[in-house]
């Protein structure tokens, strides 16, 4: 805002005088406030808007008009339809960043997000439509992020990453294989389903206790292996069952996992001295890495609001769907 520094006070206390209009004396009042000191910030929370529409206010300022003309919007000869060459550029660096980094309160660009921002910055119109266009020409895709622990550690994470790699390097035909296990009860899991209006939705219950574990690998070939327990997973149950991927494969394995005891147990540990295996242990907080988190999504989805009278129910739910799962890409997590 340097023009603004050149603007002595007392120059907008007259123009103050002289404006009528409630849109005229905020902007003018927002000015006179960011001479006393008061961040745009602060001036957002005031007058109930966002940083960049006071940003807005002020830079309208920088012209050589009069105050009274600059801050009214009736003097306009009409609003530019179109952003220039320029300007697009600018846009399309500007939705490169979070909104917030531009000074609006948003962690995503949204089209109407985009409505807004072109008309306050750029004093253009566009249709809700139109700014999907410019976010899709700007090289942004619709997509729904992925959830991260807020305990997730960035560091380990890039550090689990370049030990992946160093390992990769070193033994340049190995196949990475990504494991983890889950429960699944024959207690119902209700989930949200569209159901129709004015109805109370209910699924039965049943007092039965049984239950299943599984053991899952995802290869970054695309190969998928379950094993199924009626018991707790023991470290006994992961080392047999890295051994059986072993004699699957006959070739060098660069297993990831997670920190649960029974995949840091010795039992699985002391497999490492192995020719042909290699053990990279994931970061706390980070099931995002792990794309067997995803197989687990899909068979959540596939038996939740569903009634199991027996674990024999469950179990061949279970691998009905686990045959028609779609195996994520290994090598999308990391």
């Known amino acids: 805002m340097d023009h603004l520094d050149e603007i002595p006070l007392e120059e907008l206390h007259d123009a103050l005088d002289n404006v009528e209009g409630k849109k005229p004396t905020q902007r003018l009042m927002a000015a006179i406030a960011y001479k006393n000191g008061v961040t745009q910030t602060e001036l957002a929370e005031w007058h109930g808007t966002g940083r ?3 940003y807005s206010w002020l830079k309208r300022l920088n012209t050589d008009e009069s105050l009274e003309q600059a801050v ?25 960043e979070s909104p917030e980094e531009v000074g609006v309160d948003a962690p995503a660009w949204t089209p109407a997000l985009v409505q807004q921002y072109l008309e306050e910055t ?51 035909d190995a196949t990475v294989v990504c494991l983890d296990q889950t429960k699944k009860s024959v207690q119902v899991e209700p989930r949200a389903a569209w159901f129709p209006c004015g109805t109370r939705p209910s699924v039965k219950l049943s007092g039965q206790r049984d239950w299943t574990c599984l053991l899952d690998a995802i290869t970054e070939d695309g190969d998928c292996f379950f094993s199924r327990f009626e018991e707790y997973v023991t470290a006994e149950h992961a080392k047999h069952f890295i051994l059986a991927l072993c004699k699957e494969f006959e070739d060098d394995l660069i297993i990831v996992l997670d920190g649960a005891p029974y995949f840091q147990a010795s039992a699985v540990t002391d497999l490492a001295v192995r020719d042909d295996l290699d053990f990279v242990t994931l970061p706390a907080y980070s099931p995002e890495l792990n794309p067997v988190e ?9 038996l939740s609001n569903r009634f199991f009278d027996s674990l024999t ?21 990391f």
């Open 72 to 96: 009214t919007d009736a003097h306009r000869s009409g609003r530019k339809r179109k952003l220039s060459e320029k300007e697009q550029q600018e846009f399309q660096e500007t939705v490169h």
């Open 313 to 333: 129910e469950l179990t061949t739910a279970i691998d009905t769907a686990l045959d028609q799962l779609s195996i994520p890409i290994v090598s999308n997590y």
């Open 52 to 54: 960049r529409t006071i």
């Open 122 to 172: 750029y004093d253009v119109e566009y249709s809700i439509p139109s700014c999907r266009r410019l976010l899709k020409e700007a090289g942004l895709s619709y997509q729904k992020p992925r959830r991260t622990a807020a305990e997730a550690d960035a560091e380990e994470q890039d550090r689990f990453r370049e030990e992946l790699k160093k390992k990769k390097r070193r033994k340049m």
């Open 294 to 302: 995803e197989c687990w999504r899909q068979l959540q989805a596939d």
